[in-house]
C-alpha cells in the first residue's frame, strides 16, 4: 500500500472515531493531577492508570506504572518491526494549579467546548497533546494491524515540578529506552495552520533566594531606623540583577552566548510576526521591555533572561501590622540558551548574591532545578521527515523556531541516550499554558492524531 493510501486510511479512521477520542479525552482531563500538592496526590496516581490503560486499549505492551520516590512514570513499547528505527513518545500527565480558580470563564477540570477550543487545565499542556500519541498509535494498529516503526512510551507525572524521576531513570536505563529519535509535543504552532518543528529550547535554572534579617519580626514603632528589614534588604538585592533596560547584570552571565545563524534569523524575519498584536493579544501590557538592540523573537528565543516569580514574606493581610519581617523569600529563574554552561551561571549568580546583600541582611541561594538549552540539528533524517509529514498534512511549508521554554528531557535524551527529539507541538500561542482559562484547539487534536500517524508511516519507509 502507498504511503498515500495509507495516510488516506489513517485519517478515514481518526474521522471515524473523533467522538470517542473526544470523550477519553474529557475524562482524562477532569483527573486533577496537580503533581505540586500534596492533596493530590491520589489524583496524580489516577492519572497515570488512565494513561497506562489508554496504552493498553490502544495495542501497546508491556504496559507497567514504574514507582519512583515521588510520582510515577507509565511505560510501555510495540517492537515487531524488525530493521525499522524505534521512536522514543514521551509526554506529562501532571499539571499545573489552576489557581487564580475566579479567573477561569468555566471550572477548569470540567472541560467546556467554546468556539472550538476546549477549555480545561492540562489541554494544552500536556494531555491533550500527550494523548494525540496514544491515539496515532492504536490509528494505526487498527487499520493495518502492526506498526510501521518500533515503538516506546515513557510518560511523566513530575514535568511540573522538576522530573527529577524520570532524569534519574534516563541515566539508570538506557538500554530499556533505547531509540532511534524521541518524539515530544509539548510546543505549539507558530500560528494557526503553520506547521512548526521547535529545534531550539532555553535552559532553565530556578532558584529559591531567603533573605534574613532580624532573629524575630519586630515593632516598626521600636526598631525602625535601626533593625535591617528582610523584605525591602530582598528588593534592594532583586533590583540589582537586571538594569533599567532589561540586560542581566551578574558578570559573565552572557558568556558563551552566541547569535543565531544568519539564516535563521533570516528566517524568523519572514515569519508573520507583528510586535503590535503580540502586545495586545499575548502579553496585554502597556509596552514590551527587554534588551536593546534585539527583536523580540531573538529576546524570548535565543537571548538568557532572568524572572522573578514571587515574593513571600511578613504582613499582607487585611488590616495593619507594623513589623519589620524577619525573613523573606524571592523565586527567581534564569532562562539559558544553548552552550551556556549551568554550572557557571549558577556559580555566577552565588556569587552576585554574596556580593550585593545589603548591610545586616544575610541570604541563602538554594538551586531548585537546573538544565541547559540546546539546539536539534534540523538536517537529521527523522526531523527532514517529520518536517515533510507536517506539512503534508497541514498543507503548507513547516518553519523552524525556537522555544523559549524548557523542556529539560530533550536534554537528558540527548546526553544519556544519545538520540534527538523531534518537538512536533500542536498548541497555539494563546492558549494560556500555567494560566486561567487554558485551552487546546480540538481541531489540532485531531490534526495532531493524523500528522504523528503520517510521521511514524513515513519515518518507517
Not at 524577619?326 to 557557571?344: E, G, H, Y
Amino acid at each position: 500500500m502507498s504511503s498515500a493510501k495509507a495516510s488516506n486510511k489513517a485519517s478515514a479512521y481518526v474521522d471515524s472515531n473523533r467522538e470517542r477520542f473526544l470523550g477519553e479525552l474529557d475524562a482524562y482531563l477532569r483527573i486533577p493531577s496537580i503533581s505540586t500538592l500534596p492533596e493530590h496526590r491520589g489524583d496524580v496516581e489516577r492519572a497515570a492508570e488512565f494513561v497506562a490503560a489508554g496504552l493498553r486499549a490502544a495495542g501497546l505492551e508491556n504496559v507497567g506504572i514504574i514507582a519512583t520516590a515521588k510520582h510515577p512514570l507509565v511505560y510501555a513499547d510495540w517492537l515487531h518491526a524488525p530493521g525499522k528505527p524505534t521512536v522514543l513518545f514521551y509526554g506529562h500527565y501532571d499539571v499545573q494549579p489552576p489557581d487564580p480558580i475566579e479567573s477561569w470563564n468555566s471550572p477548569p477540570f470540567e472541560p467546556t467546548l467554546r468556539d472550538g477550543n476546549l477549555y480545561a487545565r492540562g489541554s494544552a499542556d500536556d494531555k491533550g497533546q500527550m494523548y494525540m500519541h496514544v491515539k496515532a498509535v492504536e490509528t494505526l494498529l487498527a487499520v493495518h494491524g502492526k506498526l510501521p516503526v518500533n515503538v516506546k512510551f515513557i510518560v511523566e507525572g513530575e514535568e511540573e515540578v522538576g522530573g527529577a524521576s524520570i532524569a534519574k531513570y534516563v541515566v539508570e536505563n538506557p538500554e530499556k529506552l533505547k531509540g532511534d529519535v524521541a518524539l515530544v509535543s509539548d510546543t505549539a504552532l507558530y500560528a494557526e495552520g503553520i506547521p512548526t518543528l521547535c529545534i531550539g529550547l532555553r535552559g532553565l535554572v530556578y532558584l529559591e533566594v531567603e533573605a534574613s534579617g532580624p532573629m524575630r519580626d519586630l515593632h516598626s514603632g521600636l526598631y525602625g531606623g535601626a533593625a535591617p528589614n528582610a523584605v525591602f534588604g530582598l528588593v534592594e538585592l532583586l533590583s540589582k540583577l537586571k538594569n533599567a533596560e532589561g540586560a542581566i547584570q551578574i558578570p559573565g552571565i552572557y558568556d558563551g552566548v552566541a547569535p543565531p545563524a544568519p539564516a535563521e534569523k533570516r528566517s524568523w524575519e519572514s515569519l508573520p510576526f507583528s510586535e503590535s498584536e503580540f502586545l495586545e493579544k499575548e502579553v496585554g501590557s502597556t509596552q514590551l521591555t527587554g534588551e536593546p538592540g534585539f527583536s523580540v523573537l531573538e529576546r524570548i528565543w535565543a537571548r538568557p533572561t532572568l524572572e522573578v516569580h514571587g515574593i513571600a514574606g511578613g504582613f499582607t493581610g487585611p488590616g495593619a501590622k507594623t513589623v519589620i519581617p524577619a525573613k523573606a523569600t524571592a523565586k527567581v529563574s534564569i532562562r539559558l540558551v544553548p552552550n551556556q554552561d549551568v554550572d557557571r551561571v549558577v556559580a555566577a549568580f552565588r556569587e552576585f548574591v554574596e556580593a550585593n546583600t545589603p548591610e545586616g541582611i544575610r541570604t541563602e541561594v538554594r538551586v531548585l532545578s537546573a538544565s541547559p538549552g540546546l539546539m536539534v540539528n534540523p538536517d537529521h533524517p527523522a526531523i527532514r521527515v517529520a518536517a515533510t509529514a507536517f506539512a503534508d498534512i497541514l498543507g503548507r511549508p513547516t518553519v523552524f523556531v525556537r522555544s523559549g521554554g524548557s523542556i529539560p528531557i530533550v536534554g537528558d535524551f540527548a546526553t544519556h541516550l544519545g538520540i534527538p527529539t523531534v518537538l512536533m507541538g500542536f498548541g497555539l500561542p494563546d492558549d494560556g499554558l500555567h494560566s486561567p482559562n487554558e485551552k487546546y484547539r480540538l481541531e489540532n487534536y485531531y490534526l495532531g492524531i493524523k500528522t504523528v500517524a503520517h510521521f511514524l508511516e513515513q519515518y518507517g519507509a
